[in-house]
């Protein structure tokens, strides 16, 4: 696990894929526990999870500090938070402040893959942070929520042989200097406003 950002109605993850089918198990595990830690705690049957979980596939460098910095600020652009910080149940915290036990981020990982210093990793993130709010860059990225796969064209290339005839309709596109292998829009769905104003309120209680 490389960072995350849990929520009243979603998740976020960012996990290494070292190719072994991991990420899936994972998944179908995290999925089955909650399911059935919740239905007993609330005495209730059918499912938990509204919907099968969305993947993108995302190339390291640049891409990955784009993806990670995005997970970051997840409910600053909701408009829950002003910081990160503020947010309990997310991994910033643990990159900043590292637990001596029951650690969920594999920092190493992380900053191998970022290609920074594991002992600037948290000084790192919070200039990235800085930086997106400086310039009020909070709105939804298309190509974080709409897209099978981020990053160089030749990465993503790849990416489409790999899925084979599942790709056939799918083409890599070019935004803003970013190659996208794009999902139709209608299989992301944003967080109903709702939704949003209920967390808000429920933050704001907690501040009080």
């Known amino acids: 696990m490389l960072s995350y950002n849990v929520t009243a109605n979603h998740v976020h993850l960012l996990a290494r894929d070292l190719g072994n089918g991991e990420i899936a198990r994972s998944m179908q595990l995290v999925a089955g526990c909650t399911g059935r830690a919740y239905n007993a705690r609330k005495d209730r049957r059918g499912a938990f999870w509204e919907d099968f979980y969305q993947v993108t596939v995302v190339d390291t460098d ?26 309990r149940e997310c991994g910033y915290h643990e990159i900043q402040n590292p637990p001596a036990r029951y650690r969920i981020i594999d920092r190493v990982g992380l900053s191998e893959l970022l290609g920074v210093d594991e002992a600037r ?31 160089r064209r030749s990465f993503l290339e790849e990416v489409k042989e790999r899925l084979g005839h599942r790709a056939q309709y799918r083409q890599v596109e ?9 999902e139709p829009s209608e299989c992301y769905r944003p967080n109903s406003e709702v939704e949003i104003a209920a967390l808000r309120r429920n933050f704001a209680l907690r501040r009080l």
């Open 62 to 87: 640049k891409y990955l500090a784009g993806c990670f910095t995005y997970i970051d600020l997840n409910m600053v652009r909701a408009g829950v938070v002003e910081h990160p910080r503020e947010w």
């Open 121 to 151: 990793l948290g000084e790192v993130q919070n200039k990235w942070i800085s930086s997106q709010l400086r310039r009020g860059d909070l709105d939804r990225t298309p190509h974080w929520t709409e897209a099978v796969a981020v990053g």
């Open 174 to 182: 070019e935004r803003d200097g970013i190659a996208v292998l794009r």
